[in-house]
């Protein structure tokens, strides 16, 4: 088979990009890039452990000279994100990818490239099947299923590490090293509602329009939540007997659109128009949703099961309780949400459940955070539950490790590079929480729009970071 990626340098690298694109490795199908991995060490005489997750580690003692340095761990994912084109026939649990590239830049025809992650594969091979490069022992990470929920990182025993320096590849911007992220959690709530029969006439609630998106990545805009909106609106209407309720999709995914079903035993139509316009108003000037709408409809008599009004009130009071958006920002990053939450999904069906999210890049403060929800949903009658849990990557204001691969990259680029945290969860979490005193940097060289069919990886870029990581290796 002709290698499309032959000649591009560094060719090391490319070549084991180009192998790995032809195992299928999307997320829940470790399997096969898992064995791989494994086959590899085989073939070059190291010591590896493979988990019931899938995930691999790979051992190298450290180069001439380097023997007895301290061990560094080289971190990556193996699962991406699979994603294709209307009219694509791939099969990603089957078959390989169809890469290529045109100027500067890898891309697949038709699929995500899986530069995320196998850009940290192909280097971390690269620098494992090499005896020429100088480096302190190695420890090098591969886990499974990182892009569905931290799976394999969340599993892993990394009691067998003794490095406390590492560098994780999953950071796709040239000179931006990521330097802590956010823990999060799933929070629960179900409250047991009481129905009787109803015959009359209904009205439904509906907000529309709102822009939505991942909570870790515009809470900080104050967008508007449909379902928090949607408790304001009952609220403010009282008196209601709920039939129907639901908003939201998913827990980290701000809701974009709410509805309510609902009979009352006397409606005042002024007042409903006047609290729909009002909370209109109010999303689109306090939180900026041009495309906001508030809308009421009056359905037919119908005999149907409506909540009491007791329960209907103790849903409106508790959506309204909740806090919800940025809980406090960091100090050290201007802009940058360090606790927030996000009521994620709310839903009518025999029980009313919510799911909420909180992150925050402080353990306890999140912990503080869920204490408080805690309290609230059970001053309100409801069953308060959590899973998911998964801990922050907190940021060490002083790391001699971080420093030093600042101050290599001013020195080979001329240029400053970009320290930063997230408010998004990372790997870094699930790894610092095991080794204590472990000082992490993520990076990695240029790639654009990951998770999508227009993903590409930068060559030149993947040379520049190549000739760093060397650099930084020979240094550690
Ligand atoms: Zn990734």
């Known amino acids: 088979m002709t290698k499309k990626l032959a000649g591009l340098q560094p060719e090391v690298v490319f070549?084991?990009?180009?192998?790995?694109?032809k195992i299928p490795h999307?997320?829940?199908?470790?399997?096969?890039?898992?064995q791989y991995l494994?086959?590899?060490?085989?073939?070059?005489?190291?010591?590896?452990?493979?988990?019931?997750?899938?995930?691999?580690?790979?051992?190298?003692?450290?180069?001439?000279?380097?023997?007895?340095?301290?061990?560094?761990?080289?971190?990556?994912?193996?699962d991406m994100v699979c994603q294709k084109d209307e009219g694509c026939h791939i099969n990603f649990d089957t078959d390989p990818l169809d890469i290529d590239y045109e100027e500067d830049l890898i891309f697949a025809n038709g699929t995500t490239?899986?530069?995320?992650?196998?850009?940290?594969?192909?280097?971390?091979?690269?620098?494992?099947?090499?005896?020429?490069?100088?480096?302190?022992?190695?420890?090098?990470?591969?886990?499974?299923?990182?892009?569905?929920?931290l799976i394999g990182a969340n599993a892993i025993d990394l009691s067998m590490l003794k490095g406390r320096k590492m560098l994780?590849?999953?950071?796709?911007?040239?000179?931006?090293?990521?330097?802590?992220?956010?823990?999060?959690?799933?929070?629960?709530?179900?409250?047991?509602?009481?129905?009787?029969?109803?015959?009359?006439?209904?009205?439904?609630?509906?907000?529309?329009?709102?822009?939505?998106?991942?909570?870790?990545?515009?809470?900080?805009?104050?967008?508007?939540n449909a379902a928090?909106?949607?408790?304001?609106?009952?609220?403010?209407?009282?008196?209601?007997?709920?039939?129907?309720?639901?908003?939201?999709?998913?827990?980290?995914?701000?809701?974009r659109t709410c509805q309510a079903v609902l009979v009352a035993e006397t409606l005042d139509m002024s007042q409903v128009e006047t609290a729909c316009k009002e909370l209109c108003r109010k999303l689109q000037e306090e939180n900026g949703e041009k495309d906001a709408s508030v809308t009421y409809a009056l359905l037919p008599a119908e005999q149907v099961q409506a909540l009491t009004a007791a329960d209907s009130k103790r849903i409106a009071d508790l959506i309204q309780a909740l806090p919800n958006g940025v809980q406090a920002w960091?100090?050290?990053?201007?802009?940058?949400?360090?606790?927030?939450?996000?009521?994620?999904?709310m839903e009518l069906k025999e029980n009313l459940n919510l799911l909420i999210y909180p992150r925050s890049s402080i353990n306890r403060d999140r912990q503080a955070l869920q204490d408080k929800l805690k309290v609230i949903v059970e001053g309100h009658g409801a069953v308060y539950g959590q899973y998911g849990v998964f801990s922050a990557w907190e940021y060490q204001p002083v790391s001699p490790f971080r420093d030093l691969m600042c101050d290599l990259y001013r020195k080979m680029f001329g240029q400053e590079p970009i320290v930063r945290v997230v408010h998004a969860g990372l790997e870094g979490g699930a790894f610092a929480d095991q080794l204590p005193g472990l000082e992490c940097i993520s990076t990695g060289p240029q790639a654009y729009d990951v998770h999508t069919t227009r993903e590409r990886m930068e060559i030149a870029s993947m040379g520049r970071f190549w000739d760093y990581l060397l650099a930084l290796l020979k240094a550690l």
């Open 26 to 34: 999307g997320s829940w199908n470790c399997g096969p890039i898992s």
């Open 113 to 149: 490239l899986g530069a995320d992650d196998g850009i940290a594969m192909a280097l971390f091979l690269a620098v494992l099947a090499d005896d020429s490069i100088a480096h302190p022992p190695l420890e090098v990470v591969f886990t499974a299923d990182e892009e569905v929920g």
């Open 15 to 21: 070549g084991y990009f180009e192998e790995i694109s």
């Open 168 to 224: 994780n590849v999953d950071t796709f911007r040239e000179g931006t090293f990521t330097a802590g992220s956010a823990g999060g959690a799933y929070v629960t709530v179900d409250m047991a509602v009481e129905r009787r029969a109803y015959t009359g006439r209904r009205l439904q609630l509906r907000i529309d329009g709102l822009r939505g998106g991942h909570s870790a990545g515009v809470v900080q805009f104050n967008y508007g």
């Open 330 to 345: 960091e100090p050290a990053f201007e802009g940058l949400p360090q606790t927030s939450l996000n009521l994620g999904i």
């Open 38 to 78: 494994v086959d590899f060490a085989k073939a070059h005489g190291l010591r590896w452990i493979r988990d019931d997750a899938k995930n691999v580690i790979i051992f190298k003692d450290g180069s001439a000279g380097y023997e007895d340095h301290e061990p560094v761990i080289l971190q990556g994912h193996m």
């Open 228 to 255: 928090k909106a949607m408790g304001e609106l009952l609220g403010s209407i009282g008196g209601v007997q709920l039939i129907e309720l639901s908003g939201g999709t998913a827990g980290n995914a701000v809701p």
